[in-house]
């Protein structure tokens, strides 16, 4: 699997795990980098070490590289081909025009998807059967009933713990010797957040895990 394909299918599955429905809607460039595949908990998967590394295959992507998807408006795609053209692009291009929409390309979602036909990602337009009649659920003895287990709470980790000496936003030197909540050169937070069942490092507002599909609890 090529780097760009591996960047298409992480994108596709998160957007599976939260609302199927959105595999088939333009996204933002913005919404992209931001809270559907994030450099912070995206560079493990990707294998990327930089940040520069993480935007160059999201230009790729957003340029129309092996056609997994479509950039609006024209005019926007016209300069970030001519960027990856150039020998040294201009990364921040994808800030400048963060706005530009980004829409998957359906066979390359299901491919990633199997090939299955499967109702829950289809876009809404298709779905012209009307859905099964209920089955009623057979009675239970509330008296023989199994406990009910617990659910862990998904919590932050603790403030100011730091597992580097550099911001894995902008590789900026942090503070040692000191509780550091925030980098302070760009300001992102450097807490995290950790699936409470593999403890895979997940982004504030994911309802399923994107490693095991946990159900995460609301923070």
Known sequence: MSDLHRLF???????????????????????????????????????????????????????GEEGLARLEPPETLARFRKELAGLHPDLHILVFEEAATLTLARDAVAGVLGGRPERGFAPPEARTSPPPEPVPAPAIDATHQPPIEEVEILEWEAPGEVH?????????????????????HCGQSLRALHCPQCNEE???????CVACGAALAEP
């Open 202 to 208: 997940i982004e504030l507002g994911w309802r399923h």
């Open 164 to 184: 580097s000496d550099r911001c894995g936003f902008c590789g900026g030197t942090l503070p040692v010797g000191r509780a550091v909540n925030f980098c302070p």
């Open 9 to 63: 299918s992480l994108i596709v599955t998160n957007i599976a795990a939260t609302d199927a429905s959105r595999l088939y809607s333009p996204m933002t460039i913005g919404d992209l980098m931001q809270r559907v595949a994030p450099y912070r908990s995206s560079r493990r998967h990707l294998d990327v070490v930089t940040s520069e590394e993480y935007e160059l295959l999201i230009l790729r992507l957003a340029a």
